[in-house]
């Protein structure tokens, strides 16, 4: 799978993965102020005049960018079941049991019945027989437990998050500090090649 590039403010905040294509565009327009982390990928650029040679491009792992493109940080990440279930490691949080995501489910820990809401502070992972245990009941009711909190993943944490499965070393060193404590040591190591 090719490799996105991590896009930055000016402060270094993550903002947004980019396509190589819309990189180069960036480049293009002299908005890339500085740059971490290796290449990514050489794109071709135009031929030179003077030598008749074409000229290429080295983009970067990671871009900081000036221009009125800049995102405010996204403080409420939307909740899908692809970064939740990599939020809790595809793990069922109720058995424990890793699975792929096929078969997991989204469960309401306060159960959406009973007025529990949609958000990343009340949804797990859950395998469907543990979800099927659990139904409309509260966990004190039945006797279950869970075996993480579930939490509102920073904007650091969600780009990884969505990112999984091609995120580079570098980029990972780059959002890894800015993690919140609470984060499982695996998710964070994943991938971290
Ligand atoms: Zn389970």
């Not at 294509?21 to 050489?42: D, F, H, I, P």
């Not at 970064?83 to 109720?94: E, G, K, S, T, V």
């Not at 070393?169 to 800015?178: A, N, V």
Request: net charge positive; charged share 25%; hydrophobic share 35%.
């Amino acid at each position: 799978m090719e490799a996105r590039i991590l896009r930055l403010n000016l402060a270094g905040q993550p903002i947004e993965w980019l396509h190589w294509k819309e990189t180069a565009c960036l480049y293009s327009r002299g908005l890339v102020v500085w740059t971490l982390g290796g290449e990514v990928k050489r794109a071709r650029g135009g031929i030179s005049r003077l030598t008749g040679r074409t000229s290429f491009m080295s983009l970067p792992a990671i871009i900081a960018c000036a221009g009125e493109r800049l995102a405010p940080m996204r403080l409420n990440p939307p909740l899908t079941n692809d970064a939740l279930f990599n939020r809790d490691n595809r793990q069922c949080m109720y058995c424990g049991n890793r699975y792929s995501p096929k078969d997991l489910s989204r469960d309401h820990v306060h159960p959406s019945s009973r007025g529990g809401r949609d958000r990343w502070e009340n949804v797990v992972a859950a395998c469907k027989r543990c979800n099927q245990r659990k139904g409309d009941s509260l966990l004190s009711e039945i006797n279950m437990e869970l075996l993480a909190l579930p939490y509102r993943p920073n904007p650091s944490e969600y780009l990884a998050l969505i990112n999984n499965e091609r995120i580079r070393g570098d980029q990972m060193e780059y959002l890894r500090p800015q993690f919140a404590r609470y984060l499982p040591a695996s998710v964070k190591l994943s991938n971290a090649s």
